[in-house]
């Protein structure tokens, strides 16, 4: 299981980018793909999560404002509106243990990407 983050940058207040989070997985593996940030001196914090049946849930701090999709081995995050409090590393997650369903809780994910930085300023 491999996953790649790309389409961090640094982007003026209420810009926008796109995430892409590309996922090399044995063929047929139902996962759940979830999107975590990480800001300087701060937890992880549970961003996103996108079920394999396409079921989606945000986190308050962005619903309305970041949208996750998939096609086909790639999952992506627009993040529209950007606010400062934003700026993070994102990182994307795969949870390979629950047939494609979401559950909470960073330590049911068990493979994760490298991390992009999300600078917004």
């Known amino acids: 299981v491999q996953l790649v983050e790309s389409g961090g940058g640094s982007v003026s207040t209420g810009g926008s980018l796109t995430l892409s989070c590309g996922v090399v997985?044995?063929?047929?593996?139902?996962?759940?793909l979830g999107w975590f940030r990480q800001a300087p001196g701060r937890d992880r914090e549970w961003v996103s999560s996108?079920?394999?049946?396409?079921g989606t849930e945000y986190a308050n701090s962005v619903k309305g404002r970041f949208f996750a999709s998939r096609q086909s081995g790639k999952r992506t995050l627009q993040m529209t509106n950007l606010r400062s409090n934003d700026t993070a590393i994102y990182y994307c997650?795969?949870?390979?243990?629950?047939?494609?369903?979401?559950?909470?809780?960073?330590?049911?994910?068990?493979?994760w990407g490298q991390g992009t930085q999300v600078t917004v300023s």
């Open positions: 996108i079920t394999w049946e396409g």
């Open positions: 997650a795969a949870d390979t243990r629950h047939r494609g369903s979401c559950y909470e809780g960073a330590d049911n994910y068990d493979a």
């Open positions: 997985m044995p063929y047929g593996l139902p996962y759940c």
